[in-house]
């Protein structure tokens, strides 16, 4: 039996139980539990012998018998789970137990435990090891951490933990996991984190900087090491060094600090970023997007016409303020920014002011809440709901005044842009007939192909993603509009749904004619979709479409689509309530904008995608 004399190069991997063994007695910041450790050819060669030394040697204990496989914590791969651990083993336990088959936390023999833990082997003739500990009495906290990011492989320290005496809760999955995130050389909120991460920072030094995945757990008054294994990552740019990446971060910091000052130009005191609110990059390119995508996106809506539609709708003129900036390649909206684009341009400024500061603020106060900011937090149109809505101003002290001038603002504003003759979507809507009207003389033209690329996202710009920013503001209105109705109690929840139901947008027509065309003629009208509509790495539909829309053949059994009308008595009442909120339309004028607002988003940008793609 190896027993705990074995000596390897701490700087290398072993077995998981090698591993341990020579980290005992060279990593000072964390103890590691006495361990025995056999192979196989020893196990079948003399089992009670080696049974006789474990009871001598844990006499009195409860043991876990773990696996040890040749292999299972490699630096190519990790098969962390894959073979059987035994738990709570008596040390002098001599007769088969009542453990039930496959229940690694049941005890049992200690000579029932290591048959079923080198059952779960391979039969691949290698010598694999089995691990014995005791068991950790007294356990208050334990997890798993790293010292890099498992996702990203950027160079963050990680701890996930839960407080108990379990052990296994984190990897298990058996209690309510907490997280910590911390740079190199951050400091931890208290005493138990801060000696992890100190255990953190010595094994990586023990490793020559490899990449590692720590189980740890802390009783009383120690810190204990229960298993180090490379951890499988995928390196990123941030790993180039730790001086690189220190740099980066003092550069990110410095660029948020700079954010948080005041601006000429901008109400509110301060900003924070968000990935979700407005033009959500979350969504739309990803937390983590190629350059490409990155650039293509910014220069198509976020660094200018975002704002020009805006300023157009009749917001605060925003121009010039790029909506999205980027902190190391991870997109983030400037809130502040945002908030400033959805005031009326005709508040006055110190109002204004008091706004952006008052939605920040509640952002900050129910960070939650960054997906849904227009319905819940912002006013940015006049909705039926508004009367209530003002209340919670009040709560917070705007004065009735205030809040009569930002009613009266956002009354004219959404009448400019829902008018039934003369409303702004009209005027987008047509421009994007000009996009697809200039498109094949573009692509027919004797202009060389980069020519042809620069203008074809120029009309892109000008009769796409500008029009349909503002089909877009339009459609949120309608939505807004339509759920301010179910809040007043005019429409229940199952109209609110039928109405959407009877909606006709692009993905309805997508889903009844993969159904209804052949497939090279739907490929001929859909081809140009890619689920990355920025990130032309992704193939798109023409390109691979086994890969997105199966080989089978969808049925044709279909409900037929149904447009919703309100009852008499809700017509009525939709007719109160539009004189009561000072909107100069009917109710048919309403429901004509709301299912235009839905439909010619989708439109919109079905179109102006052909462009881009």
């Known amino acids: 039996m190896l027993g705990t004399d074995l000596k390897i190069d701490a700087m290398q991997f072993g077995s998981k139980a090698r591993t341990l063994i020579a980290l005992e007695g060279r990593v000072a910041s964390a103890r590691v539990l006495p361990a025995q450790v056999f192979t196989l050819t020893q196990w079948r060669a003399d089992p009670d012998t080696i049974l006789g030394q474990i009871r001598d040697t844990f006499a009195g204990q409860r043991l876990a018998v773990r696996s040890s496989a040749a292999g299972e914590d490699s630096t190519a791969a990790s098969m962390?789970?894959?073979?059987?651990?035994?738990?709570?083993?008596?040390?002098?336990?001599?007769?088969?137990?009542?453990?039930?088959?496959?229940?690694?936390?049941?005890?049992?023999?200690?000579?029932?435990?290591?048959e079923r833990v080198i059952a779960s082997y391979p039969a691949d003739g290698r010598d694999h090891d089995v691990l014995i500990q005791p068991m950790l009495n007294g356990a208050r906290l334990s997890g798993v951490a790293f010292n890099r990011d498992p996702q990203s492989g950027s160079a963050y320290r990680v701890v996930n933990y839960a407080y108990g005496s379990d052990t296994t809760a984190v990897t298990g999955g058996a209690a309510e996991t907490l997280t910590f995130v911390a740079a190199p050389g951050a400091s931890a909120p208290d005493g138990d984190l801060t000696r992890v991460l100190a255990l953190l920072d010595e094994l990586e030094n023990l490793f020559a900087g490899a990449p590692l995945d720590v189980e740890f757990a802390i009783d009383v008054d120690a810190l204990y090491v229960l298993q180090v294994r490379p951890l499988i990552v995928q390196a990123t740019a941030a790993l180039a060094s730790s001086a690189d990446f220190a740099a980066q971060l003092?550069?990110?910091?410095?660029?948020?600090?700079?954010?948080?000052?005041?601006?000429?130009?901008?109400?509110?005191?301060?900003?924070?970023?968000?990935?979700?609110?407005?033009?959500?990059?979350?969504?739309?390119?990803?937390?983590?997007?190629?350059?490409?995508?990155?650039?293509?996106y910014r220069d198509l809506v976020t660094d200018g016409i975002w704002a020009y539609q805006r300023d157009n709708y009749g917001y605060r003129n925003l121009r010039s303020f790029p909506l999205v900036v980027h902190f190391a390649g991870q997109p983030y909206v400037d809130v502040r920014v945002s908030f400033n684009s959805f005031i009326p341009k005709s508040v006055v400024p110190e109002l204004a002011d008091r706004l952006v500061d008052h939605y920040i603020d509640r952002l900050t106060a129910a960070p939650a809440l960054h997906d849904k900011v227009e319905f819940e937090i912002v006013m940015s149109c006049a909705t039926f709901d508004l009367p209530a809505r003002?209340?919670?101003?009040?709560?917070?002290?705007?004065?009735?005044?205030?809040?009569?001038?930002?009613?009266?603002?956002?009354?004219?504003?959404?009448?400019?842009?829902?008018?039934?003759?003369?409303?702004?979507?009209?005027?987008?809507?047509?421009?994007?007939?000009?996009?697809?009207?200039?498109?094949?003389?573009?692509?027919?033209?004797?202009?060389?192909?980069?020519?042809?690329?620069?203008?074809?996202?120029?009309?892109?710009?000008?009769?796409?993603?500008?029009?349909?920013?503002?089909?877009?503001?339009?459609?949120?209105?309608?939505?807004?509009?339509?759920?301010?109705?179910?809040?007043?109690?005019?429409?229940?929840?199952?109209?609110?749904?039928?109405?959407?139901?009877?909606?006709?947008?692009?993905?309805?027509q997508f889903v009844r004619d993969l159904a209804d065309l052949s497939r090279e003629d739907f490929l001929k009208h859909y081809g140009h979709l890619r689920p990355g509509t920025y990130d032309l790495m992704s193939p798109r539909y023409d390109e691979a479409p086994d890969l997105y829309l199966g080989t089978a053949t969808p049925s044709k059994v279909r409900s037929p689509r149904q447009a919703f009308i309100p009852t008499t008595a809700q017509q009525k009442d939709i007719a109160s309530h539009l004189g009561a909120l000072g909107l100069d339309m009917s109710v048919d004028d309403l429901f004509a904008f709301l299912r235009a607002g839905i439909e010619l988003r989708e439109l919109a940008k079905f179109e102006f995608t052909r462009n881009l793609s």
Not at 252 to 269: M, S
Not at 486 to 492: E, I, Q
């Open 250 to 296: 003092d550069r990110i910091a410095a660029k948020i600090e700079a954010a948080q000052t005041p601006h000429p130009f901008l109400c509110g005191r301060s900003t924070v970023f968000g990935v979700m609110p407005d033009w959500n990059p979350a969504e739309i390119i990803g937390v983590r997007p190629r350059p490409l995508a990155l650039s293509l």
């Open 390 to 508: 003002l209340k919670d101003l009040a709560a917070h002290g705007f004065s009735a005044d205030d809040c009569e001038h930002l009613t009266l603002s956002l009354r004219d504003l959404t009448n400019r842009i829902v008018n039934a003759k003369s409303g702004l979507w009209r005027v987008d809507r047509a421009k994007i007939d000009i996009l697809a009207a200039r498109r094949p003389q573009i692509e027919n033209s004797a202009l060389d192909p980069l020519a042809r690329i620069y203008w074809l996202l120029e009309d892109c710009k000008r009769y796409g993603t500008l029009p349909f920013a503002g089909l877009a503001r339009a459609g949120f209105i309608a939505m807004q509009m339509l759920r301010s109705l179910v809040a007043v109690g005019v429409l229940s929840d199952q109209d609110h749904d039928a109405f959407l139901t009877g909606v006709e947008t692009v993905s309805g």
């Open 80 to 114: 962390a789970g894959k073979y059987l651990t035994v738990l709570n083993v008596e040390a002098g336990a001599t007769e088969t137990g009542a453990a039930e088959n496959g229940d690694a936390r049941a005890g049992g023999s200690l000579r029932d435990a290591v």
